[in-house]
């Protein structure tokens, strides 16, 4: 297993410019991105940055709600529940109740599919890594167990296939971020942020 804290992310511009972003981990094949996983931080209304090509699965990750509209669509982004929708659709947020962070995971269709899972404790969880894809838990509240090791509001973990799932006390929740390749994908490689 692979942990990845919060304070080691780095801040970068977003592509439209509109604010900050901290890169998580990416999978690449080739020179082509496969997946990435992000924090970005969302201090007003604004357009998102186009990701043609990417589906995308959002998750406000703390602060408030916000609705976010496009052409012939309009939906709620609310605390702890992911929504999917297509990257390259052109979107609007609305900050509903002040600034907010959200985690984004963007995947290449073409390549693997993804998921994210919001999972609270008490007790351990019981999923396996996939086979040909990525398991990781990202850290929503409280300070899960990974063995004698607390983790943090903010930290990553990226599992590998005999490694043991965080065992989340009462107050603990975690995304559960899920990847599996599709065929020849095999050659996808994990590149973990700030490392």
Known sequence: MQILQLAELIETPWRNGGGVTRGIATGVVSDR???????????????????SGMERVLTVVSGGAMRLEGPDVAFDAVPWAPVRFDGGLPIVARLRDGPLTDLNLMFDPTLCSGDVVTRRGPGGQGASCPQRGLLAYHVLSGAPQVGARA????????MEPADQAPVLGHGDAVLEIRLSYRGQSDAIKLRIAAR
């Not at 991105?33 to 990701?51: K, P």
């Not at 983790?151 to 990226?158: N, W, Y």
């Open 33 to 51: 991105v496969a997946w990435t996983i992000s924090r970005a931080d969302v201090a007003r209304d604004g357009a998102f940055s186009d990701f």
């Open 151 to 158: 983790l943090g509001v903010g930290d990553t973990l990226f």
